[in-house]
């Protein structure tokens, strides 16, 4: 069984997204701290099943991919809007606020954009309440 963490598991494409998590650290730019990033080759190579797992262990899951006409893939950002609007109707079967899932396309490196995006995120799912207790324990 995942051990919990809390906070926010950030899945992020090992292109453009990446560079601009690698950048914030360069700029010092700030998120909440108890961020998880998780390179991945591309966001369209993920599951919906590897995102509810990713749940076991974190109050929430953003996934930030490449814009679509960056995608070095061509069609993986796409795929994985349709993986996550999967997950998103499965979220309230298990007891989650489907807000706790977001989906962000970056189309620039810039750290602090990224930053912002994962803050952002990380304020927007403050206002959906308290994360369901024991799904991980």
């Not at 990713?54 to 899951?61: E, G, K, L, Q």
């Not at 809007?81 to 079967?93: F, G, N, S």
Request: hydrophobic share 40%.
């Amino acid at each position: 069984m995942a051990n919990r963490h809390g906070g926010i598991t950030v899945f992020i494409c090992n292109w453009i997204p990446a560079a601009g998590a690698d950048n914030a650290g360069v700029v010092e730019a700030q998120y909440p701290p108890s961020t998880t990033i998780i390179p991945i080759h591309c966001t369209g190579r993920l599951t919906s099943g590897i995102l509810l797992e990713a749940f076991r262990s974190a109050d929430a899951v953003l996934v930030v991919g490449c814009a679509h006409d960056e995608c070095h893939y061509v069609a993986g950002s796409r795929r994985c809007e349709d993986i996550i609007d999967e997950t998103r109707d499965l979220l309230p079967m298990v007891g989650i606020d489907a807000g706790r899932l977001g989906f962000v396309l970056m189309s620039e490196s810039n750290g602090d954009a990224f930053a912002d995006t994962v803050s952002r995120f990380a304020a927007q799912v403050e206002k959906t309440g308290e994360p369901p207790a024991g799904r991980a324990e």
